[in-house]
T-cell receptor, first 115, second 114 residues
Framework: ETGVTQSPTHLIKTRGQQVTLRCSSQSGHNTVSWYQQALGQGPQFIFQYYREEENGRGNFPPRFSGLQFPNYSSELNVNALELDDSALYLC??????????????FGEGSRLTVL | AQKVTQAQTEISVVEKEDVTLDCVYETRDTTYYLFWYKQPPSGELVFLIRRNSFDEQNEISGRYSWNFQKSTSSFNFTITASQVVDSAVYFCALSDPYGQNFVFGPGTRLSVLP
């Protein structure tokens, strides 16, 4: 069983730039969600995709957008980067059906620094 | 609005001591799920337990136990005979009835000293 993998692990951008983060879901999972974790804080829910459709969104502006592909991998795109976007971005996959509902499997994250 | 509070920012204990991590939540949903996740220094959050709001039975898994009290909106986590490997940040979380739209607490950093 392949776990959740994210890329890149670290990246540095400057204000105003755009970034794309990638995530490969765990095999057999149909749902992917993205979280922003600032230093010393808990993860904040950005959005969730189920079968290529966004089906939940947290309190993040539209410049945060995403995609889920037919193989259930996913991308997080952030436009017009701001200094406050510096954080660890976590991808989590899950199986939205069955007995493991809500059990998230996380990747190790992509650490974004905005200068 | 949904909210999870973990009042303990950091806890330090000596190995073999018992330790309880507190979690208090707020939700308007009558059905919801509660979770605990562990984040070791490597950064990857690891699922520990899920509890349905209708199931108030306490649960024990090895050295871990959980106390869910709906009357006080609390879902506390106790580690018995702590070990150095238990050192991590622990997050309590709340989801909607479909196991989606998670809200995480700020976390409690547990340090277990040898």
């Amino acid at each position: 069983e392949t776990g959740v993998t994210q890329s890149p692990t670290h990246l540095i951008k400057t204000r105003g730039q755009q970034v794309t983060l990638r995530c490969s879901s765990q095999s057999g999972h149909n749902t992917v969600s993205w979280y922003q974790q600032a230093l010393g804080q808990g993860p904040q829910f950005i959005f969730q995709y189920y079968r290529e459709e966004e089906n939940g969104r947290g309190n993040f502006p539209p410049r945060f957008s995403g995609l889920q592909f037919p193989n259930y991998s996913s991308e997080l795109n952030v436009n017009a980067l701001e200094l406050d976007d510096s954080a660890l971005y976590l991808c989590a996959s899950s199986d939205s059906t069955g007995l493991r509902i809500g059990e998230l499997f996380f990747g190790e994250g992509s650490r974004l620094t905005v200068l | 609005a949904q909210k999870v509070t973990q009042a303990q920012t950091e806890i330090s204990v000596v190995e073999k001591e018992d330790v309880t991590l507190d979690c208090v939540y707020e939700t308007r949903d009558t059905t919801y799920y509660l979770f605990w996740y562990k984040q070791p220094p490597s950064g990857e959050l690891v699922f520990l337990i899920r509890r349905n709001s209708f199931d108030e039975q306490n649960e024990i898994s090895g050295r871990y136990s959980w106390n869910f009290q709906k009357s006080t909106s609390s879902f506390n986590f106790t580690i018995t005979a702590s070990q150095v490997v238990d050192s991590a940040v622990y997050f309590c979380a709340l989801s909607d009835p479909y196991g989606q739209n998670f809200v995480f607490g700020p976390g409690t950093r547990l340090s277990v000293l040898p």
